[in-house]
């Protein structure tokens, strides 16, 4: 009878490694425990999805450890090695400040407070405030929140659902990667790849604390019910403009300030000087306002205006008509033209993309704007403030740019701002990965400027912080180019995207942009480079997503298109790819064979082969001995890896292609040989000046999850038990 607790603790490891593969920490010990399952089975082994598949895993290691005591020392050691998940940071407090003057709502906060404190019966604590755009839903949710912080001593979360439409909403796994990272400081390494491992860890950790979620700008319900949880001392409050259809909460709906509370507000935000100055002409102020808290702070500064006509049955509306008549015709333009996409966060590059300017004449119509209350500020991210259009004044600047601008003009804006979004990601791409192939027009024109770039980059980091804070905006360009027709423009946008894969983790943003790439690349593009790169690049993704069968059909596609274009380096890397991801799938024969065909693919690029990367063939070959040594681990066959492996450190380490990362990987590859199974003293020897040096260049290399890993590949080297 096999112990239900050790199957539940060895489960529960496998389920931490497989959640962990987006480092190579939990790669490494996902291969090493497929290689364990492959011994013990005497036979492949399909890699587990889902508990019910790991659990059939973990019975198997547990019945070989019991069978035979080698195994089970080797399972004990791929425990006590294995990446582990994240420990607690402090509690997060990141709800937006209060709005400093706050009026009427004691029904709804009254409401708040009792289901924050109800008997615990086994609902969730969840309650959906919803009313229409401008009516005060967010800050009423905020307000109470910085109100009771008591009562939420582990913290409290926010998030913007920005579900203004299904195009703009956010992907609840994108918001969850955000909330684990506030949570519990996973970062990208370390995240579960798949939504619903992400769901799965997100409420286990809350399961016992006394947490604030907020949701605001909720679009659906599908795109909240994943961020739910049942924990008893966790309060989620959602915000949406409607009541949301199938969301079991309690629904607070919030209408209009009644006319004393108006008032009241208008004189908190005005002064009673103005409002006094203001006695005639404020109950058309009023009507106009329809006690929208939105409206009335628009009209505060502006009391002895005359009130507007035409839009009186909307008072939002009425009060964005008001500030953008009074605004000069260069910041009345900027209003508009901003508005033509919903780009999610407007900093001074877009603007200057946009407009044409400068990045300060940019940074201070963003500002003017923000003055009369037509752009909402949300925070500094890359050293720049950055803004928002609320849904409705956007609808309103956009019609005012159809209406006076023209169709056609718009257009050309659009066009222009992802043109100029395109050309700072083609410098940021170059500044983070200047070594890489770099595919498209743009890049070689950029790199031939004699003029001083423009958007340089003081050093690699800065780059990479400014493409975060661009991600949004990029990936809407996508969106924009896409809809426009224009296929080259979609695949290199997501072509300068790589490095948000491949050094930030950012797959779950990218999946729909590298998609459409893919799309227009086929259509477009069939049988290049361009149509290759992007069906690597979308596979790339799918693999550290776990999407294996969607993956495999991108690479088949990818090595199709290389051939075609005659491309054999492309086409090598394809295959090699499909080879990395059977390493995943624990299908290691057909990865061997895969890194065999690829050396084929490569034996064929002559000296004398243009642009076909001759120069790079020494290097390709040497991380294609490492992948090759990964897989013949795999299979035990433990003397053919450790020389292959031989064959790729000798090359990184050597002083004319020296590579101290790649080195340190593959000595740990190497040291990992020699532990696999029941490892005697002398492998352990073996090993132990292996892991040393990897430490030793991995320190400087500030690499701290492989440090992680190797302190505890010490430890076994330094273990008579391991």
Not at 249 to 263: N, T
Not at 292 to 302: C, D, F, H, I, K
């Given at each position: 009878?096999?112990d239900?607790?050790?199957?539940?603790?060895?489960?529960?490891?496998?389920?931490?490694?497989?959640?962990?593969?987006?480092?190579?920490?939990?790669?490494?010990?996902?291969?090493?425990?497929?290689?364990?399952a492959?011994?013990?089975?005497g036979?492949?082994?399909?890699?587990?999805?889902?508990?019910t598949?790991r659990?059939?895993?973990?019975?198997?290691l547990?019945?070989?450890?019991?069978r035979?005591?080698a195994?089970?020392?080797?399972?004990?050691?791929?425990?006590?090695g294995?990446?582990?998940?994240?420990?607690?940071?402090?509690?997060?407090?990141?709800?937006?400040?209060?709005?400093?003057?706050f009026?009427?709502?004691?029904e709804?906060?009254?409401?708040?407070d009792?289901?924050?404190?109800?008997?615990q019966?086994?609902?969730?604590?969840?309650?959906?405030?919803?009313?229409?755009?401008?009516?005060?839903?967010?800050?009423?949710?905020?307000?109470w929140?910085?109100?009771e912080?008591?009562?939420?001593p582990?913290?409290?979360?926010?998030a913007?659902?920005?579900?203004?439409?299904?195009a703009?909403a956010?992907?609840?796994?994108?918001?969850?990667q955000?909330f684990?990272?506030?949570?519990?400081g996973?970062?990208?390494?370390e995240?579960?790849?798949?939504?619903g491992?992400r769901?799965?860890?997100?409420?286990?950790?809350?399961?016992?604390?006394?947490?604030l979620v907020?949701?605001?700008?909720?679009?659906?319900?599908a795109?909240?019910?994943?961020?739910?949880t049942?924990?008893?001392?966790?309060?989620?409050?959602?915000v949406?403009?409607?009541?949301?259809?199938?969301?079991d909460?309690?629904?607070?709906?919030?209408?209009?300030l009644?006319?004393?509370?108006?008032?009241r507000?208008?004189?908190?935000?005005a002064?009673?000087?103005?409002?006094a100055?203001?006695?005639?002409?404020?109950p058309a102020v009023?009507?106009?306002?329809?006690?929208?808290?939105?409206a009335?702070r628009?009209a505060?500064p502006r009391?002895?205006?005359?009130?507007?006509?035409g839009?009186a049955?909307?008072?939002?509306r009425?009060?964005?008509?008001?500030?953008?008549r009074?605004?000069?015709?260069?910041?009345?333009?900027?209003?508009?033209?901003?508005?033509?996409?919903?780009?999610?966060s407007?900093g001074?590059?877009?603007?200057a993309?946009?407009?044409?300017t400068?990045?300060?004449?940019?940074?201070?119509?963003?500002?003017?704007?923000a003055d009369?209350?037509?752009?909402?500020y949300?925070g500094?991210?890359a050293?720049?403030?950055?803004?928002?259009?609320?849904?409705?004044?956007?609808r309103?600047a956009?019609?005012?740019?159809?209406?006076?601008?023209?169709?056609?003009?718009c257009?050309?804006?659009?066009?222009?701002?992802?043109?100029?979004?395109?050309?700072f990601?083609?410098?940021?791409?170059?500044?983070?990965?200047?070594?890489?192939w770099?595919?498209?027009?743009?890049?070689?024109?950029?790199?031939a400027?004699?003029?001083?770039?423009?958007?340089?980059?003081?050093?690699p980091?800065?780059?990479?912080?400014?493409?975060?804070?661009?991600?949004?905006n990029?990936?809407?360009?996508v969106?924009?180019?896409?809809?426009f027709g224009?296929?080259?423009?979609?695949?290199?946008?997501?072509?300068?995207?790589?490095?948000l894969q491949?050094?930030?983790?950012?797959?779950?943003?990218?999946l729909?942009?590298l998609?459409?790439?893919?799309?227009a690349a086929?259509?477009?593009?069939?049988?290049?480079?361009t149509?290759?790169r992007?069906?690597?690049?979308l596979?790339?993704?799918l693999?550290?997503?776990?999407?294996?069968e969607?993956?495999?059909?991108?690479?088949?596609?990818?090595?199709?298109?290389?051939?075609?274009?005659?491309?054999?380096r492309?086409?090598?890397?394809?295959?090699?790819s499909?080879?990395?991801?059977?390493?995943?799938?624990?299908?290691?024969?057909?990865?061997?064979d895969?890194?065999?065909?690829a050396g084929r693919?490569?034996?064929?690029?002559?000296?004398?082969?243009a642009?076909?990367?001759a120069?790079d063939?020494?290097?390709?070959r040497?991380?294609?001995?490492?992948?090759?040594?990964?897989?013949?681990?795999?299979?035990?066959?433990?003397?053919?890896?450790?020389?292959?492996?031989g064959?790729?450190?000798?090359f990184?380490r050597?002083?004319?292609?020296?590579?101290?990362?790649n080195?340190?990987?593959?000595?740990t590859?190497?040291a990992?040989?020699?532990?696999d199974?029941?490892p005697?003293?002398?492998?352990?020897?073996?090993?132990?000046?292996?892991v040393?040096?990897?430490?030793?260049?991995?320190?400087?290399?500030?690499?701290?999850?492989?440090?992680?890993?190797l302190?505890?590949l010490?430890?076994?080297?330094l273990?008579?038990d391991?």
């Amino acid at each position: 009878m096999v112990d239900p607790v050790s199957v539940a603790a060895v489960t529960s490891v496998l389920g931490a490694v497989s959640g962990g593969m987006a480092n190579e920490a939990g790669k490494r010990a996902w291969e090493s425990v497929g290689a364990l399952a492959r011994r013990v089975a005497g036979r492949q082994v399909p890699a587990p999805a889902g508990v019910t598949e790991r659990e059939a895993v973990a019975r198997l290691l547990l019945d070989g450890a019991r069978r035979d005591p080698a195994h089970a020392r080797a399972l004990a050691a791929w425990m006590r090695g294995a990446p582990q998940t994240g420990t607690a940071t402090a509690a997060p407090h990141l709800l937006p400040a209060s709005t400093r003057f706050f009026t009427d709502r004691r029904e709804a906060l009254r409401q708040l407070d009792r289901e924050a404190a109800r008997r615990q019966d086994g609902r969730p604590r969840l309650v959906l405030l919803h009313g229409p755009e401008g009516i005060g839903t967010s800050a009423l949710a905020v307000h109470w929140g910085a109100r009771e912080a008591q009562r939420f001593p582990d913290g409290r979360l926010y998030a913007d659902l920005l579900g203004d439409s299904a195009a703009t909403a956010l992907d609840p796994a994108v918001v969850l990667q955000r909330f684990l990272g506030q949570l519990l400081g996973v970062g990208p390494e370390e995240l579960p790849p798949g939504t619903g491992d992400r769901v799965d860890l997100f409420r286990v950790l809350l399961a016992d604390r006394k947490l604030l979620v907020v949701l605001d700008h909720a679009h659906s319900a599908a795109q909240v019910r994943p961020l739910l949880t049942a924990a008893p001392e966790v309060v989620t409050v959602v915000v949406a403009r409607h009541p949301l259809p199938g969301l079991d909460a309690l629904r607070i709906g919030v209408g209009p300030l009644d006319r004393e509370d108006a008032v009241r507000l208008l004189t908190d935000l005005a002064g009673k000087q103005a409002v006094a100055a203001a006695r005639a002409t404020l109950p058309a102020v009023l009507e106009r306002c329809g006690g929208s808290p939105l409206a009335l702070r628009a009209a505060a500064p502006r009391l002895s205006a005359t009130p507007l006509l035409g839009v009186a049955n909307d008072p939002v509306r009425a009060a964005a008509e008001q500030a953008y008549r009074e605004l000069t015709p260069e910041v009345s333009s900027g209003y508009r033209r901003l508005s033509l996409r919903p780009w999610p966060s407007l900093g001074p590059r877009t603007v200057a993309a946009a407009l044409g300017t400068g990045l300060p004449e940019a940074a201070a119509l963003l500002e003017a704007l923000a003055d009369r209350q037509l752009l909402e500020y949300t925070g500094t991210e890359a050293g720049a403030a950055r803004y928002r259009y609320r849904p409705v004044l956007r609808r309103h600047a956009e019609e005012c740019a159809v209406r006076e601008d023209g169709i056609a003009a718009c257009s050309r804006t659009v066009a222009r701002t992802v043109e100029g979004l395109l050309r700072f990601a083609v410098r940021a791409d170059r500044t983070l990965l200047p070594e890489r192939w770099h595919l498209g027009p743009l890049y070689a024109e950029l790199a031939a400027e004699a003029v001083p770039d423009p958007d340089s980059f003081a050093d690699p980091g800065a780059a990479m912080a400014a493409l975060e804070a661009e991600l949004g905006n990029l990936l809407e360009a996508v969106r924009a180019a896409d809809e426009f027709g224009d296929p080259s423009t979609v695949c290199q946008l997501t072509e300068t995207l790589w490095a948000l894969q491949l050094k930030a983790g950012h797959h779950t943003e990218l999946l729909p942009a590298l998609r459409a790439s893919a799309r227009a690349a086929a259509a477009a593009f069939p049988g290049t480079r361009t149509a290759g790169r992007a069906h690597t690049q979308l596979a790339l993704a799918l693999v550290e997503l776990q999407q294996y069968e969607e993956a495999e059909q991108e690479l088949l596609a990818a090595a199709e298109d290389e051939q075609q274009a005659g491309h054999l380096r492309g086409r090598a890397t394809a295959v090699e790819s499909l080879g990395l991801l059977r390493l995943r799938q624990w299908r290691f024969q057909e990865a061997a064979d895969l890194f065999d065909e690829a050396g084929r693919v490569l034996d064929g690029i002559g000296p004398d082969s243009a642009g076909e990367g001759a120069s790079d063939l020494p290097r390709a070959r040497a991380l294609l001995q490492r992948h090759r040594g990964r897989a013949l681990r795999g299979l035990g066959r433990l003397q053919e890896a450790r020389e292959a492996l031989g064959f790729a450190l000798r090359f990184f380490r050597a002083t004319a292609t020296a590579e101290p990362y790649n080195a340190a990987r593959t000595l740990t590859d190497l040291a990992e040989t020699w532990l696999d199974g029941s490892p005697d003293a002398a492998a352990r020897a073996a090993a132990l000046p292996l892991v040393e040096e990897a430490i030793t260049a991995l320190a400087a290399e500030q690499a701290r999850y492989h440090l992680a890993h190797l302190q505890r590949l010490r430890e076994r080297c330094l273990s008579p038990d391991s």
